[in-house]
């Protein structure tokens, strides 16, 4: 990473859309995370755990929520000071775009539409009638299938398989090593034997997405798989035929979806959750790590656990089972107990028939 350019926190402030308590000339050249931030860095704060430790820190600004008390160093108050620490990231550490042109060793099919600034690296293959928007980038190895269509903006990351009439939005960035456009896993069994069923839909994958690293995600039946805008996938994720992931959802690594399932908006999937097919997840859910999902979430609803239960319930079932082998032992010793007072009881009848 190259040193970044030096800016000054009047600056900073204009581009957060802060307020400043502090010298508006003095300069920072970094960020840090709060406890390693010295003085020429910016850093943020926000939870109590870190606003009332203001005075720890050795950074030159900290970011902080707009209600924060005034406190000795420079602060610069803004409405979610993460949101406002990941601008000033992209401010002070800019990613350098490659210079435009398609390298030597790139294949270009026919009847391709380039737009303007598009960068294609070394051993890059695009198929026939295929359509790049201005400042694309493909990076080396990457693959574009034929009508495949890529919208402005969007960069597609070394050694990415984009297949055949597959269409990605604007602004999209697909990591190393995934593969959008796979065949789904359908196949007809006659009694003996798979046959393999054809997959003819797409994957559609709209602005302002961001696909993790390793993922694959399948192609429709007939229609689409359909990842709608804003929606971020971490590494490792599987999202199989014909399910849709809706706006600014969010899917952790390891996770998998399998065919036909419904996500909503704003829902969170953490890691390694396990999602049966055709189930529908309600907008602003949220399916914890590791769930095995048999049945649908309502909307706004958090389930946890395998077998799946809402969060709540889960939690109950989770603070049991350190104690189940004291609750066995009890179980047996009640057992024994009510056996013993049963001949009792049997023996007490018993004297009464003489």
């Excluded at 160093?73 to 550490?93: E, H, N, S, T």
Aim: net charge negative.
């Amino acid at each position: 990473m190259s040193n970044p350019a030096p800016l000054t926190l009047g600056e900073i402030a204009r581009w957060v859309g802060g307020e400043l308590s502090g010298a508006p000339d003095t300069g920072v050249t970094g960020a840090a995370p709060f406890e390693q931030a010295g003085l020429d860095d910016i850093t943020f704060a926000e939870g109590q755990k870190f606003l009332k430790r203001l005075g720890d820190t050795d950074a030159g600004a900290v970011l902080v929520p707009k209600d924060c008390p005034d406190t000795e160093g420079a602060l610069i108050r803004v409405d979610q000071p993460k949101v406002a620490f990941a601008k000033v990231l992209d401010l002070l550490y800019p990613v350098p775009a490659p210079p435009p042109g398609v390298h030597p060793t790139a294949h270009i099919g026919d009847d391709v539409a380039l737009g303007e600034e598009v960068y294609i690296g070394p051993m890059a293959a695009v198929g026939n009638h295929v359509t790049l928007g201005d400042r694309v980038q493909l990076h080396a190895g990457a693959v574009v299938g034929e009508g495949v269509h890529i919208g402005n903006d969007t960069v597609i990351h070394p050694n990415v398989s984009v297949l055949e009439r597959c269409r990605i939005g604007k602004r999209v960035f697909i990591q190393a090593g995934t593969v959008i456009g796979s065949d789904g896993f359908g196949f007809a069994h006659d009694g003996h034997r798979y046959h393999k069923l054809r997959h003819l839909g797409i994957v559609q994958i709209d602005d302002d997405a961001e696909i993790g690293a390793g993922n694959t995600i399948d192609r429709a039946t007939f229609d689409r798989t359909w990842i709608q805008q804003g929606v971020k996938t971490d590494n490792l994720v599987h999202i199989a035929h014909n399910c849709t992931v809706g706006e600014n959802s969010i899917i952790v690594a390891g996770a998998m979806l399998a065919g036909t399932v419904t996500v909503g908006k704003n829902v969170i999937i953490a890691g390694q959750a396990a999602v049966s097919q055709h189930l529908t997840i309600g907008d602003n859910a949220i399916v914890g790590p590791r769930a095995g999902l048999s049945r649908s979430v309502p909307p706004g609803e958090i389930h946890s656990g395998n077998p799946q239960a809402p969060h709540r319930i889960w939690l109950k079932y989770h603070r049991l089972i350190p104690r189940l082998p004291e609750i066995k032992k009890q179980v047996v010793d009640m057992e024994r107990r009510l056996k013993q007072l049963e001949r009792r009881t049997d023996g007490d009848n018993h004297d009464d028939d003489i």
